[in-house]
């Protein structure tokens, strides 16, 4: 485990980079660098942490993010537009901020001279709409243009070839990672398992948009945290991407929102609506790679994510 090293994330506010600061705070210094649009820092009781300093900034702001950054170590750019509703209502601001935002979080770790560390975090939705078991150098898909499902995967994809680029060509050290669908304590925002276990706690209808036959593989966070430690620590993952997810807890949407309600013996009610937009079919990733060079293997099943996720819920509502 690494120490006396200082932390440098953007978007640091968010769900995932909660539970990543949760493990490196006692031992490191971190800098939290995001304009708190989702908040999960202020409640999770980190906010007032003697080793936490909290930067209100933009990553399209280049000069305050290169000005932010210096003094770091190890750079985790977490920022960036994510969820299905805010991509279609808002596409530029989407592009921009995975675009350009991650092209300015480069460039100003270029500018440190970041040396033991950027992850950068794309997506699994670059694999497209029917991804089976994906392998890290299957191809990528980018998706019809005008469809605003691909907005936020094309803005994804450029970020991680614009990465790669920063690596082969300043020899920053690289590592990005492709979270498949991560849910668990502190998530906010648009993901469908704690929207589910949100309204089965409250034996309120759950909305399917579509058919409920989209397949994905439901990956708990701090498993994923236990994968993205070891992409920071771990110098054989410089310059190579990974897929993050556990490809055990494979599940349609409908089976999915019937094993909420089951687990937690709500009553609450699934009704269909129309699809939103184009949706992935199937989503489930091939761990081989994260397993042969990281070590890494998912624990946590389906079910006690699930309990252990409606706990938190339980406990901020009360």
């Not at 090293?5 to 705070?25: C, Q, R, V």
């Not at 907005?151 to 690289?174: N, R, T």
Request: charged share 25%.
């Amino acid at each position: 485990m690494i120490t006396n090293k200082t932390i440098f994330i953007t978007g640091g506010a968010g769900f995932i980079a909660n539970t990543l600061i949760k493990h490196y705070i006692e031992n490191n210094k971190i800098v939290v660098y995001d304009n708190f649009h989702r908040d999960t820092l202020s409640s999770s009781g980190l906010a007032n942490h003697q080793n936490l300093t909290v930067i209100k900034g933009d990553v399209l702001d280049l000069a305050f993010l290169t000005e932010s950054m210096k003094g770091a170590d190890v750079v985790v750019h977490a920022a960036g537009i994510a969820g299905i509703d805010t991509v279609i209502k808002d596409p530029v601001r989407t592009m921009s901020v995975n675009m350009i935002g991650t092209a300015n979080a480069l460039e100003a770790a270029k500018i440190n001279g970041i040396k033991d560390r950027f992850v950068d975090f794309s997506t699994s939705e670059i694999f497209g709409s029917h991804a089976f078991k994906s392998r890290e150098e299957d191809t990528a898909v980018a998706g019809s243009v005008g469809e605003a499902r691909w907005v936020y995967a094309v803005s994804k994809l450029a970020g991680e070839h614009l990465a790669h680029a920063y690596y082969k060509q300043y020899k920053l050290p690289v590592v990005t990672v492709r979270p498949f669908n991560v849910y668990g304590p502190g998530q906010t925002g648009e993901g469908a398992l704690q929207i589910f276990i949100k309204k089965a706690l409250k034996n309120e209808d759950i909305y399917i948009y579509g058919d409920g036959t989209a397949i994905r593989a439901w990956c708990f966070v701090d498993d994923f945290v236990d994968c993205l430690i070891r992409c920071i620590e771990d110098p054989k993952a410089i310059g190579e991407s990974f897929n993050l997810g556990n490809q055990r807890t494979v599940i349609t949407t409908l089976g999915l929102a019937e094993s909420v309600c089951r687990v937690l013996k709500s009553n609450s009610k699934i009704i269909f609506k129309d699809a939103l937009s184009a949706d992935i079919e199937m989503r489930i990733p091939s761990v081989a790679k994260s397993k042969e060079i990281l070590g890494f293997e998912a624990k946590v099943d389906l079910e006690e994510g699930i309990l252990r996720t409606a706990e938190y819920f339980k406990s901020i509502e009360n």
